[in-house]
């Protein structure tokens, strides 16, 4: 009897456990992820812009059993939660009846199906694309990768004869120092490139006697998804390269260069200049030779830090631009039509299937994307909530896209998700 009685406690610490885990993973990547419809049918009929305007909720469903499998208090606490739900479920009845046809709605309560409306059914993500595209970077890249920028020269004693090269490794969050300050979600891990100024500067560099040449020659020349509208081409993304600094904005002047790597170079140029160093001849795109010597490079946060910007800040170069990155890593060709194709086989990789689905951008600014809410919830929950996915997404009154909506309530401070808005199109996964 005392062997039985000891089995079944060391039984009961297990399950407790493993229960434990799962319920913690579950509840914010579910419970969340499809309350879209309580904010968004005067959001949609407000919303004229592709600029994000970000609205979400949650539901106070309650933590995770912790009680042992065999406890009375853990049956008060199921039934406790049951009824919760079923309060949810109900609550959402009216929404589910009201919903456009173009739409889905899923939540899941921990393994607790709270409300399913098509959720098979593709429909268009807007900046949820963003989760599919984090996904794959991080499985091909890795959670470590980092992007490096260089500064290539010829130098004699303390002038760099000919040109500096300045030559992009794709990092979308190359910038001033004085950039973050003006944009509307600060970039939360910039790389600056004073930095390499800064090391340039140290080595005793006096002079430049050629230009500062912007090489942007790591990816394609595309600038600009081609379905992409007016409204969107430099205003919302763009226009794109492997060689983008300040998101192609030079400090003081009204329009960003037809090409970064010129405005890339452009701003290095009077980087240095402030440090003391003159550069003879004027800023310019090219290819820097090969076997050209380093002079100096500059390393980017973690991929993993990326990806809160990515997230937290809907990031539309930082996904376009990782579009082309996983491209080049898994296919050597740098594209986004590559990148999508690989961000593809991914998600197959993951088991998630995307077998009739559309991807056009990894943005979500083409209205020619298609997602279901069954794949965002299986993507979120591969993931997890503790995993850089799930605490990269924004903050409810807090971060990012959320930072200015939800600041009061239950849903303060606790709900993770990712917005989306178009035109006529809300979305919200967490």
Known sequence: MRELWRRLRRFDRHVTTVDTQRAATSLLVAAVVVFVPLYSAWQVASTAANVATPRSTTLPIGAAPVEP????????????????????????????????EASCLLVRADTRLVADVRSSAPVVPASNMKLLVAAAALDVLGADFRYETQALGVREGNTVVGNLWLVGGGDPLLSTRGYPATQQYPTISPTFLDSLADEIAASGITT??????????????????????????????????????????????????????????????????????????????GTAPTGTAVLAKLASAPLAQVVVDLLTNSDNNAAELLLKE?????????????????????????????????????????????????????????????????????????????????????????????????????????
């Open 69 to 100: 499998v065999f406890s009375v208090r853990r049956i008060a606490q199921t039934v406790a939660i049951d009824a919760r739900v079923a309060k949810v479920r109900a609550r959402l009845t009216s929404v589910s009846a009201n919903m456009p």
């Open 208 to 285: 430049v006697a050629g230009s500062v040449v912007g090489d942007e020659s790591r990816y394609d020349d595309e600038r600009y998804v081609p379905t992409w509208g007016d409204g969107i081409r430099a205003i919302e993304a763009g226009p794109l390269g492997a060689l983008l600094v300040n998101d192609g904005i030079i400090l003081g002047e009204p329009f960003k260069p037809a090409n970064p790597a010129v405005g890339a170079a452009t701003v290095f140029t009077r980087l240095l200049q402030e440090r003391g160093i003159t550069v003879l001849g004027a800023a310019r795109a």
């Open 326 to 430: 996983i491209g080049l890593a898994r296919r050597q060709t740098p594209t986004r039509t590559s990148g999508l194709q690989v961000m593809a086989e991914a998600l197959e990789n993951r088991g998630i299937a995307t077998a009739g689905l559309s991807f056009a951008d990894g943005s979500g600014l083409d209205g020619g994307n298609t997602v279901t809410c069954s794949v965002l919830v299986a993507l979120l929950d591969s993931f997890g909530v503790e995993s850089v996915i799930g605490q990269g997404l924004a903050l409810a009154g807090t971060t990012g896209t959320l930072r200015d909506v939800l600041k009061s309530g239950p849903a303060a401070g606790r709900v993770r998700a990712k917005t989306g808005t178009l035109r006529n199109v809300k979305s919200l996964s967490g």
